[in-house]
C-alpha cells in the first residue's frame, strides 16, 4: 500500500470515528447496528470522495493543466468534486431517510453537508499544495542545473585560456632554449648534451602532464629544478632561485606548469644581468605557494598581452576557496598560489 494511500484511510478512520460519536451525541435512540452501518457507509463515502477527487485531478492534468490557468482549473477541480460528493451525498441521505426512520434535523443536515465542504476543499487544496511544491522544487533544480553548468562552462573557458598560455609558452621557451642549445655546442659539446638532456626531460614532463588537473607540489617542484637548471645555463649567475618548500606540504597539489608560467612571467618583465641579478624566491607559508621576485622592470615587454596571471587567477578560483594573490610592493613582486 502507497504512502498516500495509507494516509487517505488513516484520516478517513478519524473522521468517521468523529461522525459515529457525533451521531452516538445528538441521537442516542438510534440502535448499535444502525449506528455501525452509518459508520461503514460514511467511511466508505470519505474514501469515495478522496478517490474521486484523484481521478478528477488526474484527468484535469491531462486536459486542463495548471499552466493554462492556476485559478480556472481549480475552480473546475473544486466544482466537479463538490458535484460529485454532493450527488453521493444526497444519495445516501435519501436511502437512510427512506429505509430507517431517522429523525434528522436540518440543521444537522446542513452540517453534514458543510462538513464534505470543508473536505472537499482541504482535499483539492492539498493537490494545489503538492503541485506547485513539485513546480517549485523543480525549478530550484533548474537553477541549480543551469548554475552548474554555466560554473562548468566558465571553468572551462578559464582552462582553455591557461592551455593557451602554456601553448604560447612552450614555443617561445622552447626557441630560446634551442638558441641556448645551438651556443653551447660550438663552446662545449658535453654541456651541450647535458643541456639537450635536461631539455628533453622538461618536455616529457610538459607532455605527460599537460592533461591533467592537479599535480603534487612535488611533482612539480622536482620538474621546476630541470628547468631551472636550463635557465642557469642560459643565465648564468644573473638568474638566482632559492627554493624552501616547508615538511608536508609535499603532498599538497597545484595546476601543472604553474611554476614554469611564474617564472617565465619573471623573465619576460625584468632585466636579467651578472650585474644586477635576477632572484626569484619559492617558498610555501601557511595554505599557499609563494612566488617572489625582486623588481627590474624591462623598458619594452615583447608578446605579452597582460592576461596570462589573469587567466590564472580565473582557473585557481575554480579550485579553490582561497583567490590566487598579486601584488606589488617595496620592489618585490609576489604571487601568491592557494595549495589546493
Known amino acids: 500500500m502507497s504512502q498516500k494511500r495509507r494516509l487517505t484511510y488513516t484520516i478517513t478512520t478519524v473522521i468517521t470515528l468523529v461522525r459515529m460519536v457525533i451521531l452516538r ?17 460514511g467511511w466508505s463515502f470519505v474514501i469515495f470522495i478522496f478517490e474521486a477527487i484523484d481521478f478528477i485531478n488526474f484527468k484535469l492534468n491531462q486536459r486542463r493543466p495548471y499552466e493554462q490557468g492556476v485559478f480556472p482549473r481549480l475552480a473546475m477541480q473544486v466544482g466537479l468534486s463538490m458535484l460529485v460528493t454532493f450527488t453521493l451525498h444526497t444519495l445516501i441521505l435519501k436511502f437512510f431517510m427512506t ?57 572551462e573557458h578559464a582552462r ?58 612535488q611533482t612539480e617542484t622536482k620538474f621546476i629544478q630541470q628547468y631551472l637548471m636550463l635557465l642557469k645555463t642560459r643565465f648564468g649567475d644573473g638568474f638566482i632561485t632559492d627554493i624552501r618548500i616547508e615538511p608536508g606540504k609535499e603532498g599538497r597539489r597545484i595546476v601543472p606548469i604553474t611554476l614554469q608560467i611564474l617564472i617565465e612571467n619573471a623573465l619576460k618583465h625584468n632585466k636579467v644581468g651578472e650585474a644586477n641579478p635576477l632572484r626569484v624566491c619559492i617558498r610555501t607559508e601557511d595554505e599557499f605557494l609563494i612566488v617572489s621576485n625582486n623588481l627590474q622592470k624591462k623598458s619594452q615587454v615583447d608578446s605579452s598581452n597582460g592576461m596570462g596571471l589573469e587567466n590564472m587567477k580565473t582557473l585557481y578560483a575554480f579550485l579553490s576557496p582561497a583567490a590566487l594573490e598579486v601584488r606589488e610592493e617595496h620592489d618585490v613582486f609576489t604571487v601568491k598560489v592557494p595549495l589546493l
Open 25 to 41: 451525541l445528538v441521537y442516542p435512540e438510534i440502535s448499535n447496528q444502525l449506528q455501525l452501518l452509518a459508520g461503514i457507509v
Open 99 to 155: 429505509r430507517f426512520p431517522i429523525p434528522l434535523e436540518k440543521l444537522t443536515i446542513m452540517i453534514s453537508y458543510f462538513v464534505d465542504f470543508i473536505i472537499v476543499v482541504a482535499v483539492n487544496l492539498a493537490y494545489f499544495g503538492v503541485y506547485f511544491f513539485d513546480q517549485w522544487k523543480m525549478k530550484i533544480l533548474e537553477t541549480e542545473r543551469l548554475a552548474k553548468e554555466k560554473a562548468l562552462s566558465q571553468k
Open 160 to 217: 582553455v585560456q591557461y592551455d593557451n598560455l602554456k601553448n604560447q609558452l612552450n614555443p617561445h621557451f622552447l626557441f630560446n632554449s634551442l638558441a641556448s642549445l645551438n651556443s653551447l655546442i660550438f663552446e662545449n659539446q658535453e654541456l651541450a648534451s647535458q643541456f639537450l638532456q635536461q631539455l628533453s626531460k622538461v618536455y616529457r614532463y610538459v607532455l605527460e602532464n599537460k592533461d591533467r588537473e592537479l599535480v603534487s607540489l
